[in-house]
């Protein structure tokens, strides 16, 4: 619900914060005091046109902050979760508007647009007055409270979602057709050269090791040769009989043959020691090395074969040759894709058959819900408008049929149309009703739809324009009722309507120096009486009047 409001530099209000609570609130007052400056200031926090004429004279910019506390389970907190926006279960609406024209919107502190501002403030609060917010006029509007009073919503998400799985998978085949030769060509085309790379059955790394095995086998020759030389100059015939094993134990037996060597001469011998060892162990090496390599021109044939082939293949497809098994991977996984049912034109035909069979079938089922819930709507409407003194007014509820057949909401529109006088043709709404019908129209939608309406502020702007008597009385009491199943705030200038409330505001204009200002103050139960006693007989309270005050504010309370 609404629960404050905070005004500032906006039209006759230098500063003003109003809090507001559950049930009926009314605020009345004198013509001209600001009782409709609140509704005002509410659709600028909603997201209104901007007017730098709505700053006060001699200010700089107005600001409008508009509080609600909103339950966990409503449309306007999800739509909160969904953009970022929630504040644990609290809704700040704020906006400002400078001299300069410019206008800037805040959803809980962080900057918002006009779009978001609207769309949230429709989850929110519903106003009804003869210019701005007639929610009423929109058939969209119109659908959701018929929806809303058939208890359609579960229905409404299996359309919905069987709706967008039809629509998709039309999509889905709609483009297949448009592309199925250049699919066609494109299998094809994977196909072979899937079918290339398979053949060649290249492994991860075997391109390094064929590389290397190459080169082991082109040099064969050359490695033997050059290996059995190093043999022969550590321990073999050299011609200059200079071969490394024999001359290191001789210079070790040299040097050991000296009598009381030195420091330096016994690490030389230590080191010749220790040389003499390693090259043992490279003889070892070496001659395991070299039984491994032996000449295989048919090895070699083969391996030089196999990596032409996959060079080849890598510059045909512009990869590196050791990189052909992650492609043929994927060649093959774009194949099965492009193979697989979804991508077949018969199967998504029958799939497409079979959604839209299941979306008929829901979509059908909503329809007559629809039109068994329209006539009861209307009736109960009707029985609404004989007491709103509108007895020859006449409400219907026309499905029409939508042309395409399909839609996420149903097979059909929903609008109210309306006739305010006997024999005249019903019509749409705003071609018929004035702006005070189109409020005791609203006023008797909503009484009916209060029990299952998601938007839990109701305001009514002189919902009670041209009626009197036993119907204020009537008016009174419906907005009371509507307030004790939420909240309703509703500009009044009848004394009827006003004792009804459980929540009176009074809206005064006071003279400044340079300017009026004008405030709203809360009424107790004896400035009540006062303000009901002045509705009912002006300026001057008698006795009589402040005895009927007192008697219409007890009635409302008994009745």
């Not at 209000?13 to 600001?34: P, W, Y």
């Not at 409709?36 to 730098?52: I, K, M, P, Q, Y």
């Amino acid at each position: 619900m609404l629960t404050a409001l905070t005004i500032k530099q906006f039209t006759l209000v230098e500063s003003m914060d109003v809090e507001f609570s559950s049930g009926l609130t009314t605020i009345t007052g004198e013509t001209g005091a600001g009782k409709s400056l609140v509704l005002d200031a509410l659709g600028l926090a909603l997201g209104d046109r901007g007017d730098t004429d709505r700053i006060r004279l001699g200010a700089e910019r107005a600001e409008v902050c508009a509080s609600f506390a909103v339950s966990t389970d409503s449309p306007a907190s999800q739509w909160l979760t969904d953009n970022d926006l929630d504040s644990a279960g609290d809704c700040l609406l704020r906006r400002i508007l400078t001299r300069d024209g410019r206008s800037r919107g805040y959803i809980n502190g962080q900057p918002a647009t006009m779009t978001q501002l609207r769309t949230l403030g429709v989850m929110l609060i519903d106003i009804h007055h003869q210019h701005e917010h007639q929610s009423l006029l929109a058939k969209e509007h119109q659908r959701t409270l018929l929806d809303e009073f058939g208890g359609h919503q579960k229905l409404l998400k299996q359309v919905a979602e069987d709706y967008k799985s039809w629509h998709l998978a039309q999509t889905r085949l709609a483009d297949i057709e448009q592309r199925a030769d250049e699919t066609l060509a494109r299998k094809d085309l994977l196909t072979f050269q899937s079918q290339e790379l398979i053949e060649l059955d290249l492994q991860a790394g075997e391109i390094e090791a064929l590389e290397q095995e190459q080169s082991l086998l082109a040099n064969a020759d050359t490695i033997l040769f050059d290996s059995h030389q190093v043999l022969a100059l550590c321990d073999g015939e050299a011609p200059s009989q200079l071969t490394v094993l024999p001359a290191l134990s001789r210079a070790s037996q040299l040097l050991s043959a000296i009598d009381q060597p030195g420091p330096a001469l016994k690490e030389a011998l230590s080191l010749l020691d220790s040389a003499h060892i390693q090259v043992e162990e490279a003889l070892g090496e070496l001659q395991t090395y070299i039984a491994q390599v032996e000449p295989d021109p048919a090895r070699l044939q083969r391996v030089e074969d196999r990596l032409s082939s996959a060079y080849q293949l890598a510059r045909k497809h512009k990869v590196k040759a050791n990189e052909l098994p992650e492609l043929c991977a994927q060649l093959r996984t774009e194949l099965v894709s492009l193979c697989a049912d979804d991508n077949d034109v018969d199967a998504l035909t029958e799939r497409l058959k079979a959604l839209a069979a299941s979306y008929q079938s829901q979509a059908k089922k909503l329809s007559a819900s629809r039109k068994k819930a329209a006539k009861q709507f209307e009736q109960k409407i009707n029985q609404q408008l004989q007491a709103l003194a509108m007895a020859d007014a006449s409400l219907q509820i026309a499905l029409t049929p939508l042309a395409g057949n399909y839609s996420q909401k149903g097979l059909e529109s929903v609008e109210l149309l309306i006739s305010t006088n006997p024999g005249q043709a019903h019509r749409s709404l705003n071609k018929v009703a004035s702006g005070g019908e189109l409020s005791r129209v609203s006023l008797a939608i909503q009484v009916v739809a209060a029990h299952n309406s998601t938007i839990p502020v109701l305001v009514f702007d002189e919902v009670d324009v041209g009626i009197g008597g036993a119907t204020a009385e009537t008016v009174g009491k419906l907005l009371r009722e509507l307030g004790d199943h939420g909240q309703v705030i509703c500009i009044s200038h009848l004394p009827q309507v006003a004792s009804c409330a459980h929540h009176h505001l009074l809206a005064k204009k006071q003279k400044g120096e340079t300017s009026n200002q004008s405030h709203l103050v809360a009424l107790d139960a004896k400035q009540r009486i006062a303000e009901i006693a002045r509705m009912l007989g002006g300026e001057k309270i008698t006795a009589k009047t402040r005895s009927h005050a007192e008697e219409m504010l007890g009635a409302a309370v008994t009745g």
